[in-house]
């Protein structure tokens, strides 16, 4: 299984997920009901006020399909769940949670991002961002220069 590469001393912070789709996928994010989704690259702003490692884990076991036996919490989790998703790399972004809508932002105004409608990933938000997974119209090259560092990556 593969682990995240995160300091002992960060436990808390916000993050970014980025996550490629292989292939069109129906996604049943929970309440939010069924949204079709096109192939390409997905970013998840998220955060976490303790344990951080062991939450990004947790994502990557999903993503995996190693663990099945996860119970399947957050809208991103859905997405992860899907066979088309894996995850192509994490960055931590801010060892401050409260920075997780700047981030979200950030991935949603890169050139080429769409937000999914219904407000996906912000059940928690208070910034009343229009939601925290995005559609990124490329891999997230360029994005990292502005996160802290990168916490894992897929190859
Ligand atoms: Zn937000």
Known sequence: MPDVNVQ???????????IRLSRTALVRFGAKGL???????????GRASRSLPGRLNRYLAIAGGT?????????????????????TSIWLADTNP????AVARRAANLVGSTTLPGRIGASDCKEGCPGH?????????GFGESCLFMAYTLD
């Open 67 to 87: 663990d099945r036996s996860f119970k399947l919490r957050w809208h991103v989790d859905y997405l992860l769940a899907h066979r088309y998703a894996s995850i």
């Open 8 to 18: 002992e001393d960060i436990q808390r912070g916000a993050y970014l997920l980025v």
């Open 35 to 45: 949204h079709r989704l096109e192939p390409g690259y997905y970013a998840y702003a």
């Open 98 to 101: 409260d920075g997780e809508c």
């Open 133 to 141: 997974l995005v559609r990124l119209g490329r891999d997230l090259a």
